[in-house]
């Protein structure tokens, strides 16, 4: 086996958490060969019931659990991580927009950010799941100027699973024919799933889905929106489907894309199809190696998708106004 990769996680008491430890130690993300170390950061007031999960983790026997432990300390927590997955925050109620967190939760990500600043790996990856994630993955990597701007993602792959398994549905196919199904934008109801340039069976999707009126008027809102018509459905917001596309979002990131498809998530923006430099926003990517990725570009932007973009970019641009005075240096 090789060495232990090193997973810090946030909120792991929580719903998302609980969904995802288990997968994330199971070997399932980073193959059988490749031992876990699992951190689990909770709030002091939880981490007795998390201590219940760790229990539950060692009779799973799993070999590829090399170690876990839990804390109530970033600093702790966050020594030496390899990955960082920063799902701990107040989720969403019902009525509420992402953004209505965004002064409960934004504090969160100055420590955060400054603790993976300190002590978390050089190549250290964060993924931000908790809401709003771009905005607070933005405060995170503020304070945070020794990672690389491009090692920050926030989370839309949420949001890729979404669209494709409703054009899926649509179209009558499996999920596994929809590709290149880009998010781009906020994870909020401005992000525009870039149904032009996704592909169903390599044929584009406007060739094989004639209702082109259904496309733009009921596929775009529907994914925006499914996060909140969950939370109302379920009482309570997505656990079980955010925890896979965080990991979805990882394995992706440790594994080439396969050719003529993309993973979504928000990045670090460096002007790429005139999305402002520094902004955290969401775009189609290429992962090229367990380490690299880059910005495809060659999407086609027409004039009604560039609109969408740059509702996004303002949007984006809005909530990190809000937040100007939790942002950190490394702006
Ligand atoms: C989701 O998209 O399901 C999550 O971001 C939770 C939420 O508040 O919508």
């Given amino acids: 086996m090789s060495r232990p990769v090193r997973v810090a996680v946030s909120g792991a008491n929580g719903n998302i958490g609980y969904a995802l430890i288990f997968r994330l130690a199971s070997g399932q993300i980073f193959g059988p060969q490749t031992p876990v170390s699992l951190r689990l950061l909770e709030i002091t007031p939880f981490l007795p019931n998390l201590q219940g999960t760790i229990m539950e983790l060692e009779d799973c026997a799993f070999p590829t659990l090399a170690d876990v432990q839990a804390s109530d300390k970033a600093e702790v927590a966050f020594a030496d ?133 259904w496309l733009e008027e009921t596929f775009i809102p529907t994914v925006a929106k499914r996060g909140g018509a969950v939370i109302k459905a379920r009482g309570a917001s997505s656990a079980a489907s955010a925890a896979n596309a965080a990991l979805a979002h990882v394995h992706s990131m440790v594994n080439p894309t396969a050719a003529g498809d993309c993973v979504s998530a928000g990045i670090c923006s460096t002007g790429q199809y005139g999305i402002p430099a520094g902004l955290i926003y969401s775009m189609p990517l290429h992962v090229t190696d367990s380490k690299n990725y880059k910005v495809i570009d060659d999407f086609v932007v027409d004039e009604k998708a560039r609109q969408r973009i740059d509702a996004s970019v303002k949007e984006l641009t809005d909530e990190r106004d809000v937040v100007k005075d939790l942002l950190g240096p490394a702006i």
Avoid at 133 to 141: G, R
Avoid at 180 to 192: F, L
Avoid at 196 to 212: C, F, L, M
């Fill in 81 to 213: 991580a390899d990955w960082v997955i920063l799902v701990g925050g107040m989720p969403r109620k019902d009525g509420m927009s992402r953004a209505d967190l965004i002064r409960a939760n934004g504090p969160i990500f100055t420590g955060q950010g400054k603790a993976i600043n300190d002590v978390a790996s050089a190549d250290a990856r964060i993924l931000v799941v908790a809401n709003p994630c771009n905005t607070n993955a933005l405060i995170a990597k503020s304070h945070a100027p020794r990672i690389k701007p491009e090692n920050w993602f926030a989370m839309t792959r949420l949001d890729q699973n979404r669209a494709a398994s409703l054009l899926a549905a649509k179209a009558g196919v499996n999920v596994g024919q929809v590709t290149r199904m880009a998010i781009w934008g906020n994870h909020s109801d401005t992000q525009y799933p870039d149904y032009k340039n996704a592909r169903i069976g390599g044929k584009p999707v406007t060739e094989v889905i004639s209702d082109h009126a």
